[in-house]
């Protein structure tokens, strides 16, 4: 979690200046490619509503022309499939500011039995805050993705089976 697509340094959830709340995805396109993800971004995304703040603006925060260029592909095709205009924007990265330690898994860090137990395994807070553990985790604490998922995936974060049941 932090903060993109404005031009003046040092952005704080206090003080956004120009800049929008927003997650930075680190990928290996080996693995997955810009298509792919943009697909899962339109797929958990409600790209009709109108933009209510810069805060929480709906963008698509692009690093390359190529990244644009998908970028920009996929937006029509949401719109065509949707068949209305779509409030998402695509627009340039810039600099990646991350949030303050307290805004970092926001949600999971009201989950006293599990977040205690990521704090042992990642004793680092940037490492926690990367790690794929914790991002699924922070989903399904805010009332993310779906109940086979969660049986899936639940066994392979590393909770114990007492901070587990939280999330079943």
């Known amino acids: 979690m932090g903060y993109a697509g404005g031009h003046q340094e040092g952005p704080t959830y206090e003080d956004l200046l120009d800049h929008s709340e927003a997650i930075e995805v680190a990928y290996d396109p080996a693995r997955i490619s810009f298509d792919e993800l943009l697909a899962e971004f339109w797929d958990g ?24 260029a998908a970028a920009e592909r996929s937006l029509a095709r949401a719109e065509r499939r949707l068949g209305h205009v779509v409030h998402t924007r695509v627009e340039d990265q810039g600099t990646f500011w991350q949030a303050e330690d307290y805004h970092q898994k926001y949600r999971l860090r009201r989950e006293g039995d599990a977040w205690r137990e990521l704090q042992a395994a990642y004793p680092d807070l940037d490492d926690l805050v990367r790690s794929t553990a914790a991002a699924r985790l922070n989903a399904w604490a805010s009332g993310l993705g779906d109940a086979k998922q969660r049986a899936r995936e639940l066994p392979l974060v590393g909770l114990s089976g007492e901070a587990q049941r939280r999330f079943r």
């Open 45 to 68: 995304h409600a790209p009709a509503e109108t933009m209510w703040s810069r805060q929480y603006r709906s963008a698509i925060f692009v690093s390359n022309p190529e990244e644009r």
